[in-house]
């Protein structure tokens, strides 16, 4: 391993240029050693959503197989961990292209420096997939939100959406509805462990390419995710299986109600089915006691 590499937890924040904004990752560039007990010890002590643990893959020097963990559980992928892990390895090494090995599949990542020194970076997810969800399921989900189904958006019906990892989507139909998200988390968890969710995607339309979303995240032992690559990923997949969109640039907005902004870019690209989703990411500076 590269020295320049080490096994020291690393604090970034993603989809943000503040490091008080977008979503905290723990990041762990040199992960040999540590077995999947250790690192679900690392990153329940940390206590961000995730934090991605990487070793080098056989597939070169820019090439590293990749564990996410939240508090709680490990995850098949993180979207917000994989943008923060991508820019510290190209703070380190160079930017460029990288190829990161989840548990979901390949996940190639591209980091780009702008000229003001800024690094961000894009990924392209797995081969993404999108379902129903039941009546029933879908009745639980809105009674563990508070939520009723005329507060929805019609027009963005409850599907189940994948891009790495499981999201249910559901749209509001007001920013106010958005706004005010309190849920009961046993209820919720248990549903999204029995449909095997990684959040649920709560959505609100502000115009054709501009949404504002909310993940709530209980199964992580996370009350809600600031900033979701994996979500924001699924999202553009549903979009393209829905509306038939083949060509766009989303912005989406998150972590705006948590007090943390943060902003995620979503390209759907013509003749290809998989999903790019890209952000800014900085260090976030040492812990204190």
């Not at 008080?20 to 040999?32: E, I, K, S």
């Not at 996410?68 to 993180?78: H, I, Q």
């Not at 997810?125 to 939100?145: C, F, N």
């Not at 115009?207 to 900033?227: L, W």
């Amino acid at each position: 391993m590269n020295d320049s590499l080490s096994s020291e937890v690393l604090r970034y924040a993603a989809f943000t240029a503040d490091p008080d904004g977008g979503n905290p990752a723990g990041v762990v560039l040199d992960a040999t050693g540590l077995d999947a007990a250790d690192q679900l010890a690392v990153a329940a002590d940390l206590g961000y959503s995730e934090t991605a643990f990487l070793t080098r893959a056989p597939a070169g020097d820019r090439a590293f197989a990749v564990r996410y963990f939240s508090p709680k559980a490990e995850v098949p992928f993180c979207g917000h961990a994989t943008v923060a892990a991508a820019v510290a390895v190209a703070e380190r090494i160079g930017a460029g292209e990288l190829l990161f090995e989840t548990k979901a599949g390949p996940v190639p990542v591209l980091v780009e420096r702008a000229p003001d020194g800024t690094l961000s970076a894009t990924l392209t997810s797995v081969e993404p997939h999108v379902g129903p969800v039941t009546a029933a399921d879908l009745t639980e989900a809105l009674a563990a939100l508070d939520w009723t189904e005329d507060e929805l958006d019609p027009t963005l019906p409850p599907r189940i959406a994948y891009a790495g990892a499981r999201h249910l989507v559901l749209a509001a139909a007001t920013r106010a509805r958005l706004a005010a998200l309190s849920y009961d988390f046993e209820r919720l968890a248990a549903l999204m462990t029995r449909l095997d969710l990684i959040t649920l995607q709560l959505v609100y339309r502000e115009s054709e390419h501009v949404f504002h979303v909310r993940d709530p995240f209980p199964v992580g032992g996370v009350v809600e995710d600031p900033a979701t690559g994996a979500a924001a990923a699924a999202f553009g997949a549903y979009l393209r299986e829905l509306h038939g969109v083949r060509e766009a640039e989303l912005t989406l907005h998150q972590g705006e109600d948590l007090g943390r902004p943060g902003v995620l870019r979503v390209e759907l690209r013509p003749g290809d089915s998989r999903v790019r989703v890209g952000g800014t990411a900085v260090p976030i500076g040492p812990r204190t006691a």
